[in-house]
């Protein structure tokens, strides 16, 4: 399983070769959002149907056959949505390659902490929703005690 992260939306991650259990792509979903929390993450240009505060996961594939050729999800690595002329192309249209989208915050009770809820999808049908919780932010760890 490979997670791809789009130069134009660093908030968006195609995910090549998921694995066959879903668990597994459910538990490298929530490290991915871990990583991206802890770095000094943008979210750059916004979707078109989307939060500021949200992480969205799409399986790698699908395609669309028109004047720019055959697209897909891998089309967004490098390119803006397109909503004009002949040819659009926008994430919404590949509905069935969402894998999950996760939307957070700071925490109420420790701001330096985010909390938020992932709301997983199967075949782009809502399959169920998890919540993370005190997820350290742009490397910023709460102070700890030494243990001698």
Not at 29 to 57: A, C, D, M, R, W
Not at 112 to 118: A, H, M, Q
């Amino acid at each position: 399983m490979r997670f791809i992260q789009s130069n134009v939306y660093p908030n968006l991650y195609l995910v090549k070769y998921p694995n066959k259990d879903y668990s597994v792509v459910q538990k490298a979903i929530q490290e991915k959002i871990k990583v991206h929390l802890q770095t000094e993450h943008k979210t750059g240009k916004p979707l078109s149907y989307t939060g500021e505060n949200g992480i969205y996961f799409y399986k790698y594939g699908g395609m669309t056959f028109g004047f720019i050729g055959e697209a897909g999800t891998g089309y967004f690595i490098d390119h803006e949505e397109d909503f004009g002329g002949f040819v659009s192309e926008e994430l919404g249209m590949y509905r069935d390659y969402r894998l999950a989208e996760f939307y957070y915050d700071p925490c109420p009770n420790d701001s330096t902490l985010y909390c938020g809820e992932i709301n997983y999808f199967k075949e782009g049908e809502f399959f169920k929703a998890d919540s993370l919780k005190n997820i350290f932010s742009n490397g910023i760890y709460p102070k700890t005690k030494r243990v001698k």
